[in-house]
C-alpha cells in the first residue's frame, strides 16, 4: 500500500483537479501527501535588468506566495483528515519532481495532467508526460475535469 503520496502543483485551479482523487488514494491507506511546487528561477537576463535588489525581492515574494498558497491546500487536506507537508523545489519542473521522488521514498506520484495535445504539447512538452516516462515509482496521472470540487 502507498504510505507517501507526492503531489506536484503549479499553483493553478486545474493542477488542483487532482486533490479529489488523492483524497481518495490516501485517505484509506493513511498516506501522507507532500505537495511539491517547483519554483523556476528568473532567467539571467532577467536580473541583470532589474538589478540584484528588485530580483531579491521579486524571489522573496514569489516564494511567500508558494508558501502561502501550498500551505492554504495543506491546511485543506489536513482538515480532511489526511497527514499533508510542503515542499518547494526550484529548477525545471519535470527534473525537480522525478528528484524529489527519487530522494524523499515517495511511493507514488499523483498529478493532474493539462490536456495538451498536438502542437502544443510538441512545442511545449508536458511535464506529465516527462514524469510519467521517468519516474522511479508509480504515478497516477489525472485528466483535468474543471474546477475542484
Keep these: ?4 503520496l507526492l503531489v506536484p502543483l503549479d499553483g493553478s485551479e ?3 483537479t ?12 493513511s498516506a501522507s501527501v507532500v505537495l511539491l ?4 528561477s528568473l532567467d ?3 536580473r541583470q535588468t532589474l538589478g540584484d535588489d528588485i530580483a531579491e525581492k521579486l524571489d522573496t515574494v514569489n516564494r511567500e506566495e508558494i508558501q502561502s498558497y501550498l500551505d492554504r491546500i495543506a491546511g485543506d487536506l489536513i482538515r480532511d483528515g489526511i497527514a499533508a507537508d510542503i515542499a518547494i523545489a526550484e529548477g525545471n519542473p519535470a527534473e525537480a ?8 521514498a515517495v511511493d507514488l506520484i499523483v498529478m493532474a495532467t493539462h490536456g495538451r495535445g498536438g502542437l502544443t504539447r510538441w512545442a511545449f512538452g508536458s511535464v506529465a508526460d516527462k514524469v510519467l516516462r521517468q519516474s522511479p515509482v508509480p504515478v497516477l496521472l489525472g485528466p483535468v475535469t474543471g474546477s475542484r470540487a
Design 37 to 40: 511546487r517547483v519554483r523556476e
Design 44 to 46: 539571467r537576463g532577467v
Design 14 to 16: 486545474l493542477s488542483e
Design 1 to 4: 500500500m502507498y504510505r507517501k
Design 97 to 104: 519532481i522525478i528528484n524529489y521522488a527519487s530522494t524523499h
Design 18 to 29: 487532482i486533490l479529489p482523487q488523492v483524497a481518495a488514494v490516501a485517505k484509506p491507506a
